[in-house]
């Protein structure tokens, strides 16, 4: 009994001992980081002193036990109990030794590590580092300082209450639940909002996954309005929205959704056989267009087919070609797509919809990227409704394919109608573009897809009148020549050295040689000012340079891999030199505008100078070349190549020719210091300018036509080519046959 007792009392007094030596080690450590070696040395010689002192404790209970063959019942409850004591005992020392060891990692590993991890810029990565070490190490300050410093709030509004949120942090694989709304915030990685996590929203029997914003606002739909079959549904939110030069800054969208693929020939018969056309109930008419009132007896005789019938302007005595009937319904009006959709019960989408659910308010390159290069683009014939390459947001041909009309008016008087996304017949970037076009137009490449407004009121969007670009460039005064010297002299640097590097490209072309160049800028840059030279061997005498200003596809790519290439073979073959510079803002370099269209903004005017810097440095490039005749020297651009030359070409006039495609003045203003009518008046260079009279893009009466009335250059030395029937993609036949000719006639001596 007294045996028992007393070892109890030991076994006791060491837990009571250990624990408080034990808590002070753990101390000096946290204290003064001393490594754990040491620690290790004291913990092991307190196990064995405690262990020998059990052993020689049970050593002397054996002696007894011998003395005393029975126990009495309490003897043995207080002897288990003493076990059980001895084990704590092992297991505070098991404790402890992991503790001090893992503390040991802590300083020496685990927090250096993380520290690294932040120093290096991996936001993401230290975020999810930190977050799971506070798991462990709840009270360490630097671990909570580290995760406060990768980490931000991101607010988060719901109009609804029970729905389920989840997050998705970058580098994770899963969704972690936050719970349900009401929830106003929730922590995310330091980084701007899809780099740092996904948000999923579970509301019924919806479930939206969401890229990550810097902050949410959404409207959830009503569970009392069905959604139509095959439709993706939209949370309404609080969009900031910028499209060609438009700022509709903070816009509110209700919910909504929009059908998923374009309406089909199949589908638009089903309108016209059940006598869509002769229904009024169906139509806008009476309806005013500028000043002028359309009735309907009179204006649905102007939607007829090839054969005077009742239909699409492409179909065949009211019926579509055949086999055609899964291909988008083309050849439509703004009128028809109304009249179908009203049929339908449905609704054209506004403009602010279209914008949102394509994604061009969130990230322009990102959309143009994941979006364009899949869709259908410069191509010369349609896709089925139903084709996913290049989907975004689950809506099949969103880019490309056929245009779509959308609800809204273009200016106040109400002559055009906003139709977007591009046609399978035009360049790529129109998808990043505003357009409009007259409601008769049935233009082949004009089609719709259909819209629901999910929420219990109508949106006030659907009226919204887009702002009219339109100028009158003839009530705009010109600046005096002083004051024009003033914005010309932005383009001037001094004399900077070159310092060029020339090497020429293996394993090029047959025939054919390719270089690189790499230039200092003139401007403040880490970058350099690179650009591509090509032209053919067969050539001894000194080779005539053309340079390049590429169109804006130029703007919505980040790598130069198409250069070099044969694409002016035409010319190469005739003795000509191809340089194309890699321009500020355009292919791998720096980007700050996001789309080529004229805007008010110090980043258009930055980036107007600085490409009108790199243009004349490449000039004094090629100057200092022996292989190339300066005085031959002409220039090419296409598209935005040929707004941009409106700058170019005045600010240097070492060019002795220029060809330009499919420009004109854009009606956007910008600063006055880059206004560009300034500029075009005193422009002095031989120019042939071939255009479309039905571009799309710069409109022949809007932007060619005040072009043409304000460029400097003398009329004899003036040739405007104007095709009819032909928009912004100009016969490539046509530009090889002038091309040559006319910088041969005015680069002669």
């Given at each position: 009994?007294?045996?028992s007792?007393?070892?109890?009392?030991?076994?006791?007094?060491?837990?009571?001992?250990?624990f408080?030596?034990?808590?002070?080690?753990?101390?000096?450590?946290?204290?003064?980081?001393?490594?754990?070696?040491?620690?290790?040395?004291?913990?092991?010689?307190?196990?064995?002193?405690?262990?020998i002192?059990?052993?020689?404790?049970?050593?002397?209970?054996?002696?007894a036990?011998?003395?005393?063959?029975?126990?009495?019942?309490?003897?043995?409850?207080?002897?288990?109990f003493?076990?059980?004591?001895?084990?704590?005992?092992?297991?505070?020392?098991?404790?402890?030794?992991?503790?001090?060891?893992?503390?040991?990692?802590?300083?020496?590993?685990?927090?250096?590590?993380?520290?690294?991890?932040?120093?290096?810029?991996?936001?993401?990565?230290s975020?999810?580092?930190?977050?799971?070490?506070?798991?462990?190490y709840p009270?360490?300050d630097?671990?909570?300082?580290?995760?406060?410093?990768?980490?931000k709030?991101?607010?988060?509004?719901?109009d609804?209450?029970?729905?389920?949120?989840?997050?998705?942090?970058?580098?994770?694989?899963?969704?972690?639940?936050?719970g349900?709304?009401?929830i106003?915030?929730?922590?995310?990685?330091?980084m701007w909002?899809?780099?740092?996590?996904?948000?999923k929203?579970?509301y019924?029997?919806?479930?939206?996954?969401?890229d990550?914003?810097?902050?949410?606002?959404?409207?959830?739909?009503e569970?009392t309005?069905?959604?139509?079959?095959?439709h993706?549904v939209?949370?309404?939110?609080?969009?900031?929205?910028?499209?060609?030069?438009?700022?509709?800054?903070?816009t509110?969208?209700?919910?909504?959704?929009?059908?998923?693929?374009?309406?089909?020939?199949?589908?638009?018969?089903?309108f016209?056989?059940?006598?869509?056309?002769?229904?009024?109930?169906y139509w806008?008419?009476?309806?005013?267009?500028?000043?002028k009132?359309?009735?309907f007896?009179?204006?649905?005789?102007l939607?007829?087919d090839?054969?005077?019938?009742l239909?699409?302007?492409?179909?065949?005595y009211?019926?579509?070609?055949?086999g055609?009937?899964?291909l988008?319904?083309?050849g439509?009006?703004?009128?028809e797509?109304?009249?179908?959709?009203?049929?339908?019960?449905?609704?054209?989408?506004?403009?602010?919809?279209?914008?949102?659910?394509?994604?061009?308010?969130?990230?322009?390159?990102?959309?143009?990227?994941?979006?364009?290069?899949?869709?259908?683009?410069?191509?010369?014939q349609?896709r089925?409704?139903?084709?996913?390459?290049?989907s975004?947001?689950?809506?099949?041909?969103?880019?490309?394919?056929?245009?779509?009309?959308?609800?809204?008016?273009n200016?106040d008087e109400?002559e055009k109608?906003?139709?977007?996304?591009g046609?399978y017949?035009?360049?790529?970037?129109?998808?990043n573009?505003?357009?409009?076009?007259?409601?008769?137009?049935?233009s082949?490449g004009?089609?719709?897809?259909?819209?629901?407004?999910?929420?219990?009121k109508?949106?006030?969007?659907?009226?919204?009148?887009?702002?009219?670009?339109?100028r009158?460039f003839?009530?705009?005064?010109?600046?005096?020549?002083e004051v024009?010297?003033?914005?010309k002299?932005?383009?001037d640097y001094?004399?900077?050295p070159?310092?060029?590097?020339?090497?020429?490209?293996?394993d090029f072309?047959?025939?054919?040689?390719?270089?690189?160049?790499?230039?200092?800028t003139?401007?403040q840059?880490?970058?350099?000012?690179?650009?591509?030279?090509?032209?053919?061997n067969?050539?001894?005498?000194k080779?005539?340079?053309?340079?390049?200003?590429p169109?804006?596809?130029?703007i919505?790519?980040n790598n130069?891999?198409?250069?070099?290439?044969?694409?002016f073979?035409?010319?190469?073959?005739?003795?000509?030199?191809?340089i194309?510079?890699?321009?500020?803002?355009?292919?791998?370099?720096?980007?700050?505008?996001?789309t080529f269209?004229?805007?008010?903004?110090e980043?258009y005017?930055?980036?107007?100078?600085?490409?009108?810097?790199?243009?004349?440095?490449?000039?004094d490039?090629?100057?200092?070349?022996?292989d190339?005749?300066?005085?031959?020297?002409?220039?090419?651009?296409?598209?935005?190549?040929?707004?941009?030359?409106?700058?170019?070409?005045?600010?240097?006039d070492?060019?002795?020719?220029?060809?330009?495609?499919?420009?004109?003045?854009?009606?956007?203003?910008?600063?006055?210091?880059v206004?560009?009518?300034?500029?075009?008046?005193?422009?002095?260079?031989?120019?042939l300018?071939?255009?479309?009279?039905?571009?799309?893009i710069f409109?022949?009466?809007?932007?060619?036509?005040?072009?043409?009335k304000?460029?400097?250059?003398?009329?004899?030395?003036?040739k405007?080519i104007?095709?009819?029937?032909?928009?912004?993609?100009?016969?490539?036949?046509?530009?090889?046959?002038?091309?040559?000719n006319?910088?041969?006639?005015?680069?002669?001596?």
């Amino acid at each position: 009994m007294e045996s028992s007792n007393k070892y109890i009392q030991i076994a006791g007094g060491f837990i009571a001992v250990i624990f408080g030596v034990l808590q002070g080690i753990d101390w000096l450590f946290k204290r003064f980081e001393i490594d754990s070696f040491y620690f290790n040395i004291i913990l092991v010689i307190l196990l064995v002193a405690f262990l020998i002192s059990i052993s020689i404790y049970f050593l002397r209970r054996k002696k007894a036990k011998s003395e005393n063959k029975k126990l009495e019942k309490k003897s043995k409850i207080k002897l288990i109990f003493g076990i059980i004591l001895t084990g704590i005992v092992l297991l505070i020392f098991v404790y402890f030794f992991r503790k001090i060891n893992n503390n040991q990692a802590l300083v020496n590993e685990i927090i250096p590590e993380l520290i690294e991890t932040y120093d290096e810029g991996k936001i993401a990565e230290s975020f999810n580092k930190a977050k799971e070490l506070l798991k462990e190490y709840p009270n360490n300050d630097i671990i909570k300082n580290y995760f406060e410093k990768s980490s931000k709030y991101v607010p988060l509004k719901i109009d609804k209450d029970g729905v389920e949120i989840s997050v998705k942090y970058s580098g994770d694989s899963i969704y972690t639940s936050l719970g349900k709304s009401p929830i106003d915030s929730f922590i995310a990685p330091n980084m701007w909002g899809w780099l740092s996590h996904k948000l999923k929203l579970k509301y019924n029997d919806l479930e939206f996954e969401l890229d990550g914003k810097n902050g949410y606002d959404y409207l959830m739909p009503e569970t009392t309005i069905e959604v139509p079959e095959n439709h993706k549904v939209f949370l309404g939110s609080k969009v900031n929205m910028f499209l060609q030069g438009i700022n509709f800054e903070e816009t509110q969208i209700e919910s909504f959704s929009l059908a998923k693929n374009e309406v089909s020939n199949k589908e638009y018969q089903e309108f016209v056989d059940a006598g869509g056309y002769e229904n009024p109930a169906y139509w806008d008419f009476p309806f005013e267009v500028g000043n002028k009132i359309y009735d309907f007896n009179s204006s649905i005789k102007l939607f007829t087919d090839k054969y005077g019938q009742l239909g699409p302007a492409n179909w065949s005595y009211g019926k579509f070609p055949a086999g055609l009937e899964n291909l988008p319904v083309t050849g439509i009006s703004w009128f028809e797509a109304r009249a179908y959709a009203r049929y339908s019960n449905l609704s054209l989408p506004n403009l602010y919809q279209w914008l949102f659910a394509s994604g061009i308010p969130d990230d322009w390159f990102t959309v143009n990227q994941s979006v364009t290069n899949e869709s259908n683009y410069n191509s010369t014939q349609l896709r089925e409704v139903s084709n996913n390459a290049g989907s975004y947001n689950e809506l099949n041909n969103i880019g490309g394919n056929v245009k779509e009309w959308a609800l809204n008016p273009n200016g106040d008087e109400k002559e055009k109608y906003s139709i977007m996304g591009g046609a399978y017949n035009e360049a790529s970037y129109t998808f990043n573009n505003y357009y409009s076009l007259s409601p008769f137009d049935r233009s082949i490449g004009n089609g719709f897809r259909l819209s629901k407004n999910l929420s219990n009121k109508q949106s006030e969007l659907d009226n919204e009148i887009i702002p009219d670009f339109k100028r009158n460039f003839d009530e705009l005064e010109d600046v005096s020549d002083e004051v024009f010297e003033v914005y010309k002299s932005q383009f001037d640097y001094g004399n900077k050295p070159l310092n060029s590097i020339t090497t020429n490209i293996e394993d090029f072309n047959e025939g054919y040689t390719a270089q690189k160049f790499e230039l200092e800028t003139t401007y403040q840059s880490d970058e350099k000012l690179t650009g591509y030279i090509v032209f053919s061997n067969k050539f001894k005498d000194k080779y005539s340079p053309v340079i390049i200003f590429p169109n804006a596809s130029s703007i919505g790519t980040n790598n130069d891999s198409e250069f070099p290439n044969l694409g002016f073979k035409h010319l190469l073959d005739e003795g000509y030199a191809i340089i194309q510079p890699m321009y500020f803002n355009t292919y791998n370099r720096e980007k700050i505008l996001k789309t080529f269209w004229a805007s008010e903004s110090e980043d258009y005017k930055d980036a107007i100078i600085k490409i009108g810097q790199d243009y004349k440095r490449t000039l004094d490039y090629i100057e200092s070349r022996n292989d190339f005749d300066f005085s031959k020297m002409s220039y090419f651009g296409y598209s935005w190549g040929s707004t941009t030359s409106n700058y170019l070409l005045a600010i240097d006039d070492r060019i002795k020719a220029a060809v330009i495609c499919v420009g004109g003045l854009m009606l956007q203003k910008s600063k006055k210091e880059v206004e560009a009518h300034y500029y075009v008046r005193r422009i002095k260079t031989p120019i042939l300018h071939i255009i479309g009279k039905e571009d799309g893009i710069f409109g022949y009466e809007e932007n060619y036509k005040p072009w043409k009335k304000l460029i400097g250059t003398p009329k004899d030395k003036l040739k405007l080519i104007e095709l009819d029937n032909v928009g912004h993609g100009l016969p490539f036949d046509t530009i090889i046959k002038h091309h040559s000719n006319w910088i041969k006639a005015h680069t002669t001596n």
